[in-house]
């Protein structure tokens, strides 16, 4: 607690030396403060509402509260860390920047397929005011050289070796089984189905509350290999939004235990009858998900090959069918003397959220639309909208936050689908999908109130 306490006493300190409004700057960080306090507050009320019985519930928090108290503090201690530690700031950058080759590595590859469509020299000049990027052949193809890089150091058991050891801190911390510590850590990077695969032989064996978690953080995280695409389309508008990217999934995967270990404080009322040892090391133990290097790669991909598509047919279909239910929308009577949208209905129901993250006034509305936007579409197609809305730059980093996930209706399906085809015999990933969404959309919301204390 010292550091957080001296933090904000030399944030008093500062604005006690300035010519700024002190009591404005105070009641902005207080509010902040209440808004995360007021999220907290919210999760344990839909744990009380999904308990069976109340009473027990209220015994299990007693129980077990010191792990939640534990998850709060990392939870704010690492948002700490990552936005005031210049040695923290600095290593972030540092992942940015490998990232970034990344995609330029790809940049080649798309240059050598598609000639000017992938990047490549123009044939011909470009009128005034026109742009020849194009998303799917020059942003979506990096997913395709991390899906190989992904398999490569799966192949190589690195992903396994630093899963293990990180995942420590979260088995101490929450409460958690290695396995689920494992998957944790490695979603901060992979996808929501390569992240599973690294306990692939222990998936049919998880409890109730394991698979709530795997199932919560698929929809509260992105990937690396989308993170370069998101951070594309934001340059222009925001200062090094790679960095903010990486640092909202490693407090997501926090903020997503610890809100699934308050809505499900006692674990034991879920163990599965098929009793697994999970102290075995996963590193000596994993079965090899491929025979040999070559098909490792050649595996990543083609799952990156696969994955890149999936993208494209859901932009394609989405965004169409978006804009068909805005034309019948619109032969309805019109509100407040502008047509009816699935945005505009969206919005009004995200506009709560949206207020508490201490946003302008002028500005909740347009980020209650983003946020609508990455629900319904998905969040590729809100950072675009993002990219484009003239918003503070304040208010830009904040709704960073608050997309940077797989959190839509689409994705339900997708990571249903995924994770039974790892595991067909798992009976609880149909069980909990709809909580799990839930959980991770409380999640973004949770990290992104505080990351407004920070900001």
């Not at 690294?198 to 978690?213: A, C, G, N, P, V």
């Not at 790669?297 to 279909?317: E, H």
């Not at 149909?430 to 959309?441: A, P, R």
């Amino acid at each position: 607690m010292r550091p957080i306490v001296i933090y904000y006493c030399l944030i008093i300190k500062n604005m006690l030396n300035s010519s700024e409004d002190i009591n404005f700057q105070l009641i902005l960080m207080l509010r902040s403060i209440l808004c995360y306090v007021l999220c907290i507050s919210l999760v344990f009320l839909l744990g009380i509402y999904k308990s069976n019985n109340r009473k027990q519930y209220f015994t299990d928090i007693k129980d077990n509260y010191k792990y939640i108290i534990f998850g709060i503090l990392l939870q704010v201690l690492v948002a700490l860390l990552l936005m005031q530690s210049k040695t923290a700031i600095d290593i972030i950058s540092s992942i940015s920047n490998f990232i970034f080759k990344i995609k330029e590595a790809t940049l080649e590859g798309t240059k050598f397929v598609f000639g000017y469509l992938g990047g490549g020299t123009l044939p011909f000049s470009l009128k005034e005011g026109s742009n020849a990027f194009i998303f799917a052949f020059q942003a979506l193809p990096t997913i395709i050289l991390v899906g190989a890089l992904s398999a490569i150091l799966t192949y190589c058991k690195v992903f396994h070796f630093i899963s293990k050891i990180l995942g420590a801190i979260f088995k101490y911390i929450f409460n958690i089984k290695d396995s689920i510590g494992t998957v944790s850590i490695a979603k901060i990077f992979l996808g929501q189905i390569e992240a599973p695969l690294l306990i692939k032989d222990k998936l049919s064996s998880l409890r109730q509350f394991d698979t709530l978690i795997i199932l919560a953080l698929a929809f509260s995280t992105s990937s690396a290999s989308v993170m370069p695409i998101y951070a594309d389309v934001l340059k222009g508008c925001c200062h090094n939004p790679l960095n903010h990217l990486i640092v909202s999934n490693v407090i997501n995967v926090i903020s997503t235990i610890l809100v699934c270990r308050i809505l499900v404080p006692k674990q034991e009322d879920y163990i599965n009858e098929n009793k697994i040892n999970d102290d075995i090391l996963l590193v000596n133990n994993v079965k090899k998900p491929y025979n040999n290097l070559i098909d490792a790669i050649s595996s990543g991909i083609s799952n990156g090959a696969g994955v890149w598509w999936g993208i494209v047919c859901a932009l394609i279909g989405m965004v169409a069918l978006v804009y068909f239910v805005d034309y019948l929308l619109s032969l309805l009577p019109e509100v407040n003397d502008e047509p009816l949208s699935l945005q505009r209905i969206v919005a009004l129901i995200m506009y709560p959220i949206a207020w508490l993250f201490d946003i302008k006034g002028s500005e909740i509305m347009q980020i209650a639309q983003i946020l609508g936007t990455k629900m319904v579409i998905n969040e590729t197609v809100a950072f675009f909208d993002l990219a484009k809305s003239g918003l503070s730059q304040e208010s830009i980093i904040k709704t960073i936050y608050a997309i940077n996930n797989f959190g839509n209706f689409a994705c339900i399906g997708i990571t249903a689908n995924g994770l039974l085809s790892l595991a067909p015999q798992q009976i609880f990933i149909t069980k909990t999908i709809n909580t799990s969404f839930l959980c991770g959309f409380i999640a973004t919301i949770l990290t992104t109130t505080l990351i407004c204390v920070f900001l």
